[in-house]
């Protein structure tokens, strides 16, 4: 929104030493943010004077026609300057500037020698001073402009303060010289003059012109007003141009200029028809698919279906509130126009600009809401000036088609105000600042927003009225009292310990997109009735090559992999904690939710019974070496039991006691089947770890022995309250024991056994060595374990020991067949 100070100073008393800088803070501090404030008397330095055209030589033997003049600047001495422009004559008042001055854009004006004469300041045309963009000739000001010598400023409207404020969205009433000067008679505290409170004539029973509107929703107001027999050569008014070129706006004729004009003025778009060119009578409606319009701006547009158009017998003649259309624009010969003023939905005008990239400055307006009370206004306006300045005859039939709906009433708490900022305002303080704002305050506090703030639709919206009023800067600084909490969740420490423990073992956490391709379930050998192959489908994909999400974390943690694989990396050891999305097995169909209204208790089940359960996984991948190789000695290649550690230690981290974990040989998808593990907790799986199938590493394009592990974090039991063993220095009995077992018996089986069989003076074990070889025998192995023994009171007898260790290995042959090597 751009407009000059001088304008607002016609609806709003300002202080007359207000600066530009003053200006600045003040329309900040109302909400606006300022784009810029500028002082035109500023952007000129120097002698900026009248001047009177005394003498002109014409110098001769030069490409272009060059001009020596004598110029009367008001001093004792004519002045000397060297123009080449040569639409001014002897006799005719000109701006000059003289030496020691600097034109807008940093131009410094200087005396020097140019085309064989000596120049002394320049004559100037309207584009070198700042306020236009005409640069064809010299500004020539009307002969009683001033006297020479006098300060040229004043005189082309370079005494003024140009303003430039971006409007928030919901605040569309400030997009006009009514709404901003209201607002600064808000912070003034001064007299404001609403340029809309007229007495504009009413609709009479005959129209001007027959008009029918058939989508009373998207045009709820639709009004209009002809006159006949204006001068088509009028021009508009020197203070009308100036004013909309302090608005950004180009003056193209008085008609359309008045139009342009009262929508900086009042707010209210218009447009103006050649009633010489329409062809029957006019018709508001949708717009038909595949109906087209060439509109003002030469380009032929496809209409949609929410697009709202106005028609006569030939088709759409206007975009409606957008641009209108070539077939009905005003011409040079026109002489009988139609002004219309209506009132249209401001979604239906949002979405219409930005379909057809048509950002128009009625459509900035249109779909920031404006007043449905101002078109009978401005079309009186409208007429007045047009009459004023080109004759022509006024119909005094006036068409006001008025479907407008009343606006609701919001029940305000008084004291919410003073809950929600934070000072104490009083209810008469709440009832002023409110009838500030436009808003009735009935009794029972039922508040009546005014017709041109449809932004206030709430309490809130209301109270943050109050805020902006009372004064933004008399709201304290105050940090509000942390309340007490009781810190990070006990899943949250899980999930950061589990985090944290993968990473100081070598682990890199990385995070990935949850979106995967329907085809990473076959390269995963899933079986057809495998629940993973049930994924939820996007309606709206980032991408359309991954439209479901994950039900593995593994569907894209081995897309990380395999592109850091590409970038070179060989030695990866990876790992990803998140969400995975499980469908529920309901057939019913989801029911159909509304926006206009809570979901009852029954459609909030139904719809919430189809959400996917969403389990919170870490997985991790291995490839390459896990222990590098170097001068140190040989490497050792990541294997399936490095897998099945990262198991245990994200386990261990998340308070599970070892006694509780157990491994078991295992045949799941997309594991080898040989080389899998299911890792359970209290004897219920929670996850598998193992080497990765040839099948799928080939699919997805992955190197040999990659190994991964997928845990369910949310099905491991909450941690225990552990309380502290009692310390004791009494010495611990340590024995080894080596058993052989077949191969296919879990080490960690044995242990649990060992454990088992020792009992409470057992305080722990530790397998420190596997051995096979053919004296064993085929199919076997042998597994040798640490006993730690320790009693907390005494010192433990050999006999107390090798009796633990005893029952030990007898509770591990009778489990897993062991057998003590060398017995």
Not at 116 to 121: A, E, M
Not at 165 to 176: A, K, N
Not at 481 to 506: I, Y
Not at 726 to 749: H, K
């Amino acid at each position: 929104m751009k407009t000059s100070l001088s304008w607002l100073r016609d609806y709003v008393e300002l202080p007359a030493s207000l600066t530009a800088a003053e200006l600045d803070q003040t329309l900040t501090d109302l909400g606006m943010e300022v784009e810029s404030v500028v002082d035109q008397a500023a952007t000129v330095l120097g002698d900026l004077v009248v001047g009177k055209v005394l003498e002109i030589e014409e110098l001769t033997g030069f490409k272009k026609p060059i001009r020596f003049c004598r110029v009367d600047v008001g001093r004792s001495d004519p002045q000397e300057i060297v123009c080449g422009a040569t639409n001014f004559a002897v006799g005719d008042l000109v701006v000059v500037i003289l030496p020691g001055g600097e034109l807008p854009g940093g131009f410094k004006i200087g005396a020097r020698k140019t085309y064989g004469r000596n120049s002394h300041g320049m004559i100037c045309s309207v584009r070198e001073l700042g306020i236009g963009d005409d640069h064809a000739g010299i500004l020539v000001l009307p002969p009683d402009a001033a006297a020479p010598g006098t300060d040229a400023r004043p005189v082309v409207g370079l005494d003024d303060v140009l303003v430039e404020v971006e409007i928030t969205p919901d605040r569309g009433y400030e997009m006009s010289l009514r709404g901003m000067a209201r607002e600064l008679s808000y912070a003034y505290e001064s007299a404001y003059t609403d340029p809309a409170l007229l007495d504009a004539p009413g609709r009479t029973a005959e129209p001007p012109y027959p008009v029918q509107v058939d989508d009373t929703v998207g045009c709820d107001r639709f009004a209009a007003r002809v006159v006949r027999g204006i001068d088509p050569d009028a021009q508009s008014p020197a203070w009308m141009k100036k004013r909309l070129a302090a608005a950004g706006i180009r003056a193209i004729s008085l008609p359309v200029d008045i139009t342009n004009y009262l929508m900086v003025e009042l707010g209210q778009p218009m447009h103006v028809f050649d009633l010489g060119r329409l062809r029957g009578g006019l018709v508001v409606r949708r717009a038909t698919p595949g109906e087209k319009l060439t509109t003002l701006d030469g380009v032929a547009r496809v209409l949609d279906a929410e697009d709202m158009v106005i028609c006569d017998e030939t088709g759409p003649i206007s975009l409606a509130a957008v641009m209108g259309g070539e077939t009905s624009e005003w011409q040079p010969g026109t002489v009988d126009v139609l002004l219309e003023a209506a009132h249209w939905d401001a979604v239906m005008v949002g979405r219409t600009a930005r379909r057809h990239r048509l950002f128009s400055e009625a459509a900035k307006r249109w779909e920031r809401g404006v007043d449905p009370q101002l078109p009978l206004v401005a079309l009186r306006r409208a007429v007045e000036i047009l009459t004023e300045y080109a004759g022509g005859e006024v119909d005094e039939r006036v068409l006001d088609i008025d479907h407008l709906v009343p606006q609701a009433p919001i029940q305000l708490d008084p004291g919410l105000p003073s809950r929600r900022i934070g000072l104490a305002y009083s209810e008469d303080e709440v009832a002023g600042l409110l009838a500030k704002v436009g808003c009735r305050v009935a009794g029972t506090w039922e508040v009546t927003p005014p017709s041109w703030r449809p932004d206030l639709l709430a309490p809130a919206d209301l109270v943050e009225e109050v805020a902006r009023l009372g004064g933004y800067n008399d709201i304290p600084s105050v940090l509000p009292l942390a309340p007490g909490g009781g810190g990070l969740t006990a899943t949250q420490r899980r999930r950061r310990s589990v985090g944290r423990a993968l990473a100081e073992n070598g682990y890199v956490e990385v995070l990935s997109y949850p979106f995967v391709a329907p085809s990473v379930h076959d390269a995963f050998g899933l079986a057809t009735d495998d629940l993973r192959r049930s994924a939820v489908r996007l309606t709206n994909p980032l991408s359309e090559e991954e439209p479901q999400l994950r039900t593995s974390l593994l569907a894209t943690l081995l897309g990380t992999l395999r592109r850091n694989l590409g970038r070179g990396l060989r030695d990866l050891a990876l790992y990803e904690m998140g969400e995975v999305f499980l469908p529920q097995a309901v057939d019913t169909p989801p029911p159909v939710l509304g926006v206009d209204r809570r979901p009852s208790d029954e459609d909030w089940t139904a719809a919430n019974a189809l959400v996917p359960h969403q389990p919170w996984h870490v997985a991790a991948v291995l490839t390459g070496e896990f222990d590098p190789a170097g001068w140190w000695g040989e490497g050792r290649a990541a294997m399936w039991g490095d897998a099945v550690e990262a198991a245990r230690t994200a386990l261990s981290a998340a308070g599970v006691p070892s006694g509780q974990v157990s491994v078991r040989a295992a045949d799941h998808a997309p594991w080898h089947p040989g080389r899998c593990a299911a890792i359970l907790v209290d004897e219920q799986i929670i996850g598998y770890a193992g080497e990765l199938h040839p099948g799928v590493l080939s699919a997805l394009e992955l190197p040999k022995r990659v190994c991964a592990v997928e845990l369910d974090l949310d099905a491991v039991p909450p941690r225990e309250v552990v309380e502290a063993g009692r310390l004791t220095t009494y010495p611990p009995a340590l024995i080894d024991v080596a058993l052989v077992v077949p191969s296919d018996v879990p080490a960690a089986e044995v242990e649990r056994a060992l454990v088992a069989g020792a009992g409470s003076l057992l305080e722990s074990v530790r397998l420190f060595d596997v051995y096979a070889s053919e004296q064993l025998g085929e199919g076997m192995r042998s597994l040798a374990y640490k006993l730690t023994f320790r009693a907390p009171d005494r010192t433990l007898t050999v006999e107390e020991a090798v009796a633990a260790r005893d029952a030990a290995v007898a509770a591990a042959a009778s489990s897993t067949g062991a057998v003590l090597r060398g017995a």
